[in-house]
């Protein structure tokens, strides 16, 4: 098992230093503070709330992920097919599921070092109230989680392709409606279209992201909302498996 | 080392490997040969577990490829057909990962690293990114990735497609020189190259195996192998062709070339060749002016046309 952990270690730090040898990490992360910067203070309105907390940080990121996170992981498996180093990496001695794993969790660390540093924010509220770390924490836990969601997805979506854009598109389309299902208008308008049947609605929107994402800003992390994550994270990884199986026969 | 058996590999409806079968052991280089789109490339990339088969079966050492292709995949270095490499990063840092990857640790990196440098010669663009070397060059890494982990099995496409005239003589040195410890399988299109480094050669046609044999053999069977090519000065060419048809013991004339009071014909004899035969080409010749007259042994190119190439050209 050790074996296994090395060789997901060996992918996953190809990965990391893959992103960190053009600019386009470093432009990630400038870009993606400056937009959490933006949304949280001058369109969430973060001083007019007047209260200690980040609700105004964490209500923006399903979108601002939306964009952002398929751009990272948009490369992922449609650069390996473009280039042709697919070959390679599936005659090396490994499983093809570790190679889903290194490249995911490589990822997702990248991701998780961005998310790390909007530390500032935390900073900003803790010198201007008191808040309530707690909430805070689960706020970070539910981003980190959401994410994975849609890293996932993109993972699975850039399997499917050799082009890079097809992957971002097709990956924010299914992101968007992840969104979308449990997005209070759009919920509305089912729960109108739909009077005597609440159950369909509440069916579609226990598919969204928003729907679970929404405790985690309040601090409560709920194992059922964590268990959706890990579930989207889980079903998609093995989708991409069953995808890279069939690109080789 | 490699055993092959009944491997068949079909996509849709079109069978890109029909029923190949083959052994190489350690100490052989094996040329595999075959037009475009013969399935060499599809046959490689099943025997390194690249692509499953449809049915058959891949042996590497003790493990079946299919059901234990973890170890099977650890004996096998692997030059894929374009030569691909992680264009993002540098050369030293793309064998570094190849060679950990392979399970090497620590300083047993570095020295695998250094060794593969060498090998191939890639000093002076070590630090260099894969995006910005030249063609040569990168072939010559994905190649070093492959010999990274001293592999008892090399599977190489077309090692030396690409390369200049004088890097091609080094691949050639170096894969013959590693055949003499490793199997080693390779696929190429240029026929000196067979004669110069396999000591065993597979034609592949559409799909399956058309001839299997050291490059000798093969050559043994070319069409003209044992002819006996005759070129006369101011002689006619009836006149030639006239007195060789006479000759004891040969079937049949070719007037291969009648240019400037020049004729050159070939001879071919009955049964294979013999000194007899050649002899008494010899002395038909008598009196003419001969300019060469020679047995010729038969050319890879030759055979290879006439077995594979052409529908016309049914065995």
């Known amino acids: ?249 | 080392m490699i055993k092959v058996e009944n491997l068949t590999k079909t996509f849709g409806p079109k069978v890109a490997v029909n029923d190949v079968s083959f052994t190489v052991a350690r100490g052989e280089v094996l040329g595999f040969l075959g037009p475009n789109g013969a399935g060499k490339s599809t046959t490689m990339r099943m025997v390194t577990g690249f692509l499953p088969p449809t049915a058959g079966r891949v042996t590497i050492g003790t493990h079946d490829m299919l059901e234990d292709p973890v170890p099977a995949k650890r004996l096998i270095g692997y030059l894929p057909e374009s030569a691909p490499c992680y264009s993002d990063m540098t050369v030293h840092g793309f064998l570094s990962f190849a060679a950990e990857i392979r399970g090497l640790r620590g300083d047993a990196i570095k020295t695998a690293v250094h060794r593969a440098v060498e090998m191939c010669f890639l000093e002076n663009v070590l630090h260099q990114s894969v995006d910005t070397l030249s063609k040569g060059y990168r072939h010559r890494t994905c190649f070093a990735q492959s010999i990274i982990h001293d592999p008892e099995i090399l599977v190489m496409d077309e090692p030396t497609d690409g390369l200049d005239p004088n890097q091609k003589h080094e691949i050639r040195q170096l894969i013959k020189r590693m055949g003499e410890k490793k199997a080693i399988i390779f696929s190429t299109h240029i026929l000196e190259e067979v004669e110069a480094v396999c000591s065993r050669a597979i034609i592949i046609d559409r799909g399956t195996v058309v001839a299997n044999g050291t490059p000798q053999e093969l050559k043994r069977k070319a069409p003209n192998a044992g002819a006996i090519l005759l070129r006369v000065n101011g002689v006619a060419a009836e006149a030639v062709t006239g007195k060789l048809r006479a000759v004891d013991g040969a079937e049949r004339v070719q007037l291969v070339k009648d240019e400037n009071g020049t004729v050159t014909a070939r001879v071919f004899p009955k049964s294979s060749s013999n000194g007899e035969f050649s002899k008494a080409v010899g002395a038909a010749a008598q009196g003419w002016r001969v300019e060469e007259l020679h047995i010729e042994e038969g050319k890879l190119d030759e055979y290879f046309r006439s077995i594979t190439a052409s529908d016309t050209a049914k065995k």
């Open chain 1, 1 to 249: 098992m050790s074996n296994s952990l090395g060789n997901i270690t060996t992918i996953a730090k190809r990965e990391l230093s893959a992103y960190f040898a053009s600019p386009v990490a470093y432009v990630f992360i400038v870009i993606f503070l400056l937009l959490t910067g933006f949304f949280t203070f001058m369109v969430g309105g973060f001083f007019e709330r007047n209260e200690a907390n980040l609700v105004s940080f964490f209500l923006w990121h399903p979108w601002l992920y939306l964009f952002l996170v398929p751009a990272v992981g948009m490369r992922v498996w449609s650069e390996e097919r473009r280039q042709g180093t697919i070959e390679l990496l599936m005659t090396m001695p490994i499983t093809p599921w570790q190679a889903i794993m290194g490249k995911f969790l490589a990822s997702w660390a990248f991701l998780a070092l961005a998310l790390a540093l909007t530390f500032p924010v935390v900073m900003t509220v803790k010198y201007l109230g008191n808040p309530d770390l707690g909430v805070v924490a689960g706020g970070y836990i539910g981003s980190f989680l959401l994410a994975g969601a849609y890293l996932a997805i993109t993972c699975l979506t850039s399997a499917l392709t050799r082009n890079q854009v097809i992957a971002f598109i097709i990956s924010v389309v299914v992101c968007l409606f992840l969104i979308l299902a449990g997005w209070p208008p759009v919920t509305n308008i089912l729960t109108k279209a739909l009077p005597d049947n609440r159950w369909i609605v509440e069916l579609v929107s226990a598919f969204s992201v928003m729907t679970h994402f929404e405790d985690f800003q309040r601090g409560v992390v709920d194992s059922r909302h964590l268990l959706f994550f890990l579930s989207v994270i889980g079903f998609s990884l093995f989708s991409t498996s069953v995808v890279l199986r069939g690109l080789r026969s």
